[in-house]
């Protein structure tokens, strides 16, 4: 299996102006959570597209995963081809590692037909940052001079580029050394606190809409990083497949927030400051990868 670089991303963050912690007499007026995504508009939703969801199905159940079309085209549209191929039909689980990720593909000389898939593909560590509309948090980055979201997916910019940030249940294309080696066929999704120093090392992909419970438990590998040393610790993978593969009646009909809408900048503003009587400090500040981007089955 290829392995992804650890190289230190070192960005230092420019400073944010603080803001005070805010008291709130009227615990009546505070809306939780659950409430700010019940009373929220239809249009601050939107449809997850089918052709961008990849439906794997595992022992346990099924993950579902949608690609971001829009950082990372090349990738995505070899993903595709690769599940269009059936490529993942019979791969497995290889890698579980604590706190960081759980990782699955193929071994190397594994014969598996790709399809229109190729194995290589130009790196994809980001964006210029011109014509992208970013949802921006007001507090400071360790990595980063400006961090937000844009088009559902939490992203980072230093001003001319822009790239989508390593937070948990986000998922990522393994590579090996050079920056044009890999093609999305190994894969990997974050599974404890955010290794933000992969963030413009490897090509982020998409994130975990459904089904994270089902890789975040997998048994942890006793071999070097987490990589399991038996092919019976693996979990099966028994088939990937795009959302727009499946009839009608297997799908699942997703909405996500948009991270554009005025209910995500509710949502922002309750996890900045938590008004909830449980608090005795509000906070009054969030990480990037601390904001919960909600979706729901569309009924």
């Known amino acids: 299996m290829r392995l992804f ?8 963050a420019a400073c944010a102006s603080a ?12 809306r939780s ?23 794997m199905q595992l022992p346990q159940g099924r993950v579902i995963i949608e690609l971001a079309a829009d950082y990372t085209p090349l990738h995505t549209a070899n993903i595709q ?24 593909g193929r071994d190397e000389g594994d014969p598996r037909p790709t399809g229109a898939g190729t194995p290589t593909l130009a790196a994809e560590f980001d964006r210029p940052r011109g014509g992208v509309q ?67 090392n490897i090509a982020t992909v998409g994130r975990v809409l459904q ?17 399991y040393e038996t092919p019976a610790e693996r979990t099966t993978i028994t088939s990937v497949r795009l959302g727009s593969e499946l009839p009608a009646s297997e799908r699942v009909n997703l909405e996500a927030l948009r991270t554009d809408s005025a209910t995500f900048r509710d949502v922002i503003d309750s996890r900045r400051f938590r008004r909830e009587s449980w608090f005795l400090d509000p906070v009054g500040h969030i990480n990037l990868c601390n904001v919960p981007l909600p979706v729901r089955v569309r009924s």
Do not use: K
């Open 81 to 104: 081809a690769l599940a269009r191929a059936h490529y993942w039909d019979g791969a497995a689980i290889v890698r579980s590692q604590e706190n960081y990720v759980v990782q699955w």
């Open 5 to 12: 670089g650890l190289m230190a991303l070192g960005l230092l």
């Open 33 to 55: 959570l659950g409430e700010i995504l019940e009373q929220s508009p239809a249009a601050d939703w939107h449809t997850v597209d089918q052709n961008n969801l990849l439906y």
């Open 211 to 227: 089904g994270m419970e089902l890789l975040s438990t997998m048994p942890r590998g006793t071999g070097a990083l987490g990589f």
């Open 19 to 30: 803001e005070a912690p805010v008291a709130v007499a009227d615990q009546a007026a505070v």
């Open 134 to 200: 970013i949802t921006r948090l007001p507090d400071p980055d360790s990595y980063a001079r400006e961090v937000g979201f844009a088009n559902g997916f939490p992203v980072a910019s230093n001003g001319r580029e822009t790239w989508m940030a390593h937070c948990h249940g986000m998922v990522g294309a393994g590579r090996g050394d050079t920056a044009d080696s890999g093609s999305g066929a190994e894969l990997y999704v974050v599974i404890g606190h955010a290794p933000r120093h992969l963030d413009r």
